[in-house]
Structures are given as structure tokens and as C-alpha cells.
């Protein structure tokens, strides 16, 4: 896992998210006007062999391309680590900067696309053009992994290709997101998928996500992948 987080941050695949992410990185918000911006491609966080895998759809401008982390810096993630400490899943709720002290519990957080997009939308063809990555990650934690949270509909229409594609069969046609939506896939092993709102600043503030409504499909994807 640590060999694909390199190769990660290394990928220049899609040109315009290339130029978008060191744009930002070289222009700045001013109220990070003193600090060093990762500007790369952000790797996934969390153990190599957690259980539980949460995807969401890409780093935020200002928050993980900044940071280096996923969801760490922007509000998305505050939102989000606050909700996966309150049912036991981070050992704190907040999610700052490389080396706070943040650390998961049998969950690894990543998205289908790793480079920060414009107005946060990549395209089709750029989601298509970063889906190896998350395919191997996805391989890699393949031994463990019991379920997997997905955070918006880009990222579901993104992920259960990658699961088909590993072996879990997936309905046909495939099953429509949305919050709340449960699916038992078979395959390599029994796997449940999980749908939830984005942690996205629009979905929180205008309650269609509330913080119970995430601790809630947390809850239970930490029931069914954390057993012992």
C-alpha cells in the first residue's frame, strides 16, 4: 500500500487536473497565503488492511490539496472525522494537517479521483483514467475488506465498476445511489455497500446531511465490517 500512495502522488495522467491543482497551489487562498501546498495527487488514508473502506469523489482545492490528506483542512472533513469519532472509527474529530495525530480504526478513506478538480467536477474520462488506482487499492485491501461507504453519486457510479471488475457481482442494471441504499455483493467475499450524502458543505449546511444521519450509515458499516 505504501508503494501505490507513492505512485499516487506521483500521476500526471489527466493534463487538466495537472494544471488546476499546481495552479492552486501556486496562487493560494489568502488565508493560506504562508503555507506550502501539496499541490500533487492525494493518496488514500488509513491502514493497508482496514475492513471498512469510504469513498468520496476528490480532493478539495483548499482542503486535501493543500493538506496532503484526504479531507483534511476543508469543512467536508470536518464533518466527516467528527462523525467517524463519535461511533469509534478516528481517535480524534479532527482532521487538520499531516502529523496531528489523526489515526483510523480498520477504515481507509480514499475517492476516484485523487487530483483536486475545478469546481470540484472531474470529468467522466478523468474518473475513467484514475479508476486503476483505486482498483488496486481496493485489491490490496481485498483480504479484509468487509464493506465499503460511499459518499455521493459520482462516487458510486465510480466504484461498483471497480468491484465488478474485482470479481463482486454487481446487479445489472446497477442499483441506483442514494442515502441510505445497502447492497450484499459476492465475490472474493461477501461485501456490503453502503450510499451516504457527500460530507459536501452544500449537503451539510442545507441539512440534506445532518451529523446523525452520517453517524447513523457509519454505524452501521462499522457494525458489519469491524466484527471480530
Not at 463519535?86 to 480498520?106: F, N, W
Not at 481507509?108 to 488506482?133: I, Q, Y
Not at 456490503?192 to 459536501?200: A, K, M, P, Q
Not at 451539510?204 to 451529523?211: A, C, R, V, Y
Request: charged content about 20%; glycine content about 10%; hydrophobic content about 40%.
Amino acid at each position: 500500500m505504501a508503494a501505490l500512495d507513492a505512485a499516487v502522488s506521483e500521476c500526471r495522467a489527466c493534463p487538466r487536473l495537472v494544471a488546476w491543482r499546481e495552479e492552486v497551489a501556486a496562487t493560494k487562498r489568502a488565508a493560506y497565503a504562508g503555507e506550502e501546498y501539496w499541490g500533487r495527487p492525494v493518496p488514500g488514508f488509513g491502514p493497508a488492511d482496514a475492513s471498512l473502506a469510504i469513498v468520496g469523489l476528490a480532493p478539495a482545492a483548499h482542503g486535501g490539496n493543500r493538506t496532503g490528506r484526504m479531507f483534511t483542512g476543508d469543512r467536508s472533513g470536518d464533518v466527516l472525522f467528527q462523525a467517524m469519532y463519535d461511533v469509534g472509527l478516528a481517535s480524534q474529530p479532527t482532521s487538520t494537517h499531516l502529523g496531528d495525530g489523526l489515526e483510523l480504526r480498520g477504515t481507509r478513506v480514499t475517492a476516484p479521483v485523487h487530483c483536486a478538480p475545478p469546481d470540484n467536477r472531474p470529468t467522466p474520462a478523468e474518473r475513467n483514467t484514475c479508476s486503476p488506482w483505486l482498483s488496486r487499492e481496493l485489491e490490496l485491501l481485498r483480504p479484509r475488506l468487509r464493506a465499503v461507504l460511499v459518499l455521493g453519486a459520482f462516487g458510486w457510479q465510480a466504484t461498483l465498476p471497480v468491484l465488478a471488475e474485482a470479481g463482486w457481482r454487481v446487479p445489472v442494471p446497477r442499483p441506483k445511489f442514494g442515502h441510505g441504499a445497502e447492497l450484499v455483493l459476492h465475490g472474493p467475499s461477501k461485501l456490503r455497500v453502503f450510499g451516504s450524502y457527500h460530507v459536501s458543505q452544500r449537503n451539510t449546511q442545507t441539512g440534506k446531511l445532518t451529523p446523525a444521519m452520517l453517524r447513523d450509515v457509519l454505524r452501521r458499516a462499522a457494525e458489519v465490517a469491524l466484527v471480530d
